[in-house]
């Protein structure tokens, strides 16, 4: 079976059963779990498919929020690694947003016990937070979108409006480089419109399966955004794209 057949198989199968394990797949295609991997990690990039702890999920309604314990999980590596680089932008006295995703909340998990501002439309984060008595936490409210464990609508949206942050750290479904970044639906686009409206610095957090796909709802272009850390999953083309629009990128 040459590679094009069998990422159409897979794509087939992960479509029909709304998700599969890399030993099942191994399986039924004949090939070895590693070469599976492989074969996700390349389809996951393409935005055909979204990988999952042990196997792949399928994408086929976009509109659709990846439940929350489940992106905690897809990725996680890449990450926290993310995270590990981004806490450099965070000091003392700082005034920060935090939006609803994983990578946002693992950058939450690692930041010390200082004076700090966080404003958040994510209960997770909330959470984590709670134990860490000098950083203040302020939550937007608004109505709960149980998948991402998020506050999103109009009170989210008006909270927003009434506060000023010196860095917005967020991320997003998709990165595309001509049409920027985008989201899963309208509501969790316009809140993270409202994010990257209220902050002097946009910084993003994507790892690389995130480049090239389009989600449902566009958030922003590009030139919004202020600095991206990303995996060594990037593409080299997608490296020197970024370049060209003069975004400080790291690649850790």
């Not at 498919?49 to 439940?67: C, N, T, Y």
């Not at 967020?170 to 985008?182: M, T």
């Not at 994507?206 to 796909?213: Q, Y």
Request: hydrophobic share 40%.
């Amino acid at each position: 079976m040459l590679a094009a057949e069998r990422y159409e198989k897979i794509l087939q199968i992960v479509n029909d059963r709304g998700s599969v394990r890399v030993s099942e797949l191994s399986e039924l295609c004949g090939v070895t779990e590693e070469t599976i991997r492989r074969d996700l990690d390349r389809l996951e990039q393409s935005g055909r498919l979204r990988r999952s702890h042990g196997g792949a999920v399928s994408v086929k309604d976009i509109r659709a929020e990846i439940p929350y314990a489940e992106r905690e999980i897809t990725r996680a590596d890449e990450k926290k690694r993310i995270a590990q680089a981004a806490l450099s932008d965070v000091g003392a006295y700082d005034r920060i947003l935090l939006d609803a995703s994983s990578t946002a909340w693992y950058l939450a998990s690692i930041l010390p016990d200082m004076p700090l501002t966080v404003l958040t439309n994510s209960i997770k984060i909330a959470v984590a937070l709670s134990g860490k008595e000098k950083i203040e936490v302020i939550s937007t409210g608004g109505m709960l979108a149980p998948r991402s464990l998020s506050y999103v609508g109009p009170l989210a949206e008006r909270t927003l409006d009434v506060y000023h942050v010196g860095k917005a750290f967020l991320s997003c479904k998709g990165v595309h480089l001509q049409r920027g970044l985008s989201e899963s639906n309208e509501l969790q686009g316009r809140v993270k419109q409202k994010m990257i409206e209220i902050a002097d610095r946009v910084v993003l957090l994507a790892d690389s399966s995130k480049f090239g796909a389009q989600a449902f709802t566009r958030v922003a272009g590009l030139d919004e955004v202020d600095a991206i850390v990303t995996d060594r999953g990037l593409s080299a083309e997608t490296e020197e794209g970024l370049k060209e629009l003069g975004i400080d990128t790291r690649i850790v």
